[in-house]
């Protein structure tokens, strides 16, 4: 028996021994688990014998048990330090890989900006809406017949040289205005109407207040006894909300096909306040848009009777009130899109 016991001493000393040597291989987390069931797993010496015990005689079990529970609590505590080690440098390790300083400024993303045309007429569309008028729109590639006849120019009407039209056609064209929209929206609806059009139009023109494209917005009114009274405190209301009460507004006669009679609006120059400076060419005054009556010839175009129904219409250029309103010299700028423009307004 005691012969049993010191042979199963001298195999535990040889586990243990091959653990040791097995220990210094170990490099990683995973080696230590191979490690660990390699002398400790099911089918290590260890666990064999303890699931054995009952080959021994009954006398020498309990210090068979003894025997080897010893050596497996010493490969338990290597492989418990082991793996506090291990866990310690993998867990410096990821921190090390993976630290971010949270103290580091962040990367700012640059937001863009809606371009300042469209703040215009989003801003001048609110004012409209606020007085009960509607949205309308219409096609930017036109005919003859909506863009000059129905407006009032007769085929051979001087007025045509004056708008510079784009031609793809004999009798279609880009739209010179916004004014077609007018007969558009009347043919289609009945009294009353009150709309704001905005849109692109274009003429052949270049220079630092001229673009081939630009955008306007058109006003329509018609209905029984509308009269100029009207026109001018609408007028009005739209200037003094776009570039403030103090303004002073204006109407000076001019000529329109379609409109009778006609005017030119001006407001007061904001920079010499009037007196005369570089900026209103030293009238102390800045146009802002045509307007007149609708010119009842119109009527019969689109099956209104001209005897009944008066009303007044208004087209402005966006990009010029943006220019008046901001204090923008060259007109170019709003369709460059560059974001350091943009993003100041
Ligand atoms: N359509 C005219 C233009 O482009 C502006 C205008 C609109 C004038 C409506 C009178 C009435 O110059």
Redesign the pocket.
């Known amino acids: 028996m005691e012969e049993k016991i010191n042979s199963l001493k001298n195999e535990l000393d040889e586990v243990f021994l091959s653990f040791i040597k097995d220990k210094n291989e170990v490099k990683s987390l995973f080696d230590l688990d191979l490690l660990e069931s390699k002398y400790l797993g099911k089918k290590s010496f260890i666990a064999q014998t303890l699931k054995n015990i009952n080959d021994f005689p009954q006398q020498i079990k309990p210090l068979v048990g003894k025997t080897v529970n010893e050596t497996r609590k010493k490969i338990e505590d290597d492989i418990k330090l082991l793996r506090d080690d291990f866990t310690k440098v993998e867990y410096d390790k990821k921190l090390r890989e993976e630290k971010f300083d949270l103290t580091l400024p962040g990367r700012t993303l640059t937001y863009g900006s809606k371009n300042i045309i469209s703040q215009v007429i989003e801003e001048i569309q609110e004012i409209f809406i606020g007085l009960g008028y509607e949205i309308a729109e219409g096609p930017e590639v036109e005919t003859d017949y909506y863009n000059f006849e129905a407006l009032n120019h007769p085929p051979d009407h001087p007025a045509r040289s004056l708008h510079d039209t784009f031609f793809i056609s004999e009798n279609i064209l880009l739209r010179t205005?916004t004014?077609p929209v007018q007969i558009r929206y009347m043919e289609k609806h009945k009294l009353p109407v009150y709309i704001i059009a905005p849109g692109k139009v274009y003429r052949k023109d270049y220079d630092v207040t001229h673009t081939p494209m630009f955008t306007?917005i058109?006003g329509l009114a018609v209905d029984k006894n509308i009269n100029f009274g009207n026109l001018k405190w609408t007028l009005e209301t739209l200037a003094h909300s776009v570039f403030g009460k103090d303004r002073k507004v204006r109407f000076r006669p001019h000529y329109?096909p379609?409109?009778e009679p006609?005017a030119e609006v001006d407001v007061s120059c904001n920079i010499c306040g009037g007196d005369g400076c570089r900026v209103c060419s030293g009238t102390g005054w800045l146009e802002i848009l045509?307007?007149?009556m609708v010119d009842p010839n119109l009527y019969k175009f689109v099956n209104y009777d001209p005897e009944t129904v008066n009303g007044f219409?208004?087209?402005m250029g966006v990009e010029r009130i943006a220019m008046l309103k901001y204090g923008i010299d060259d007109l170019r700028l709003f369709f460059e899109n560059d974001i350091r423009f943009l993003k100041q307004f």
Do not use: D, L, M
Request: negative net charge; glycine residues 22%.
């Open positions: 205005h004014s306007q058109e329109f379609f409109t006609s045509g307007a007149g219409a208004f087209g």
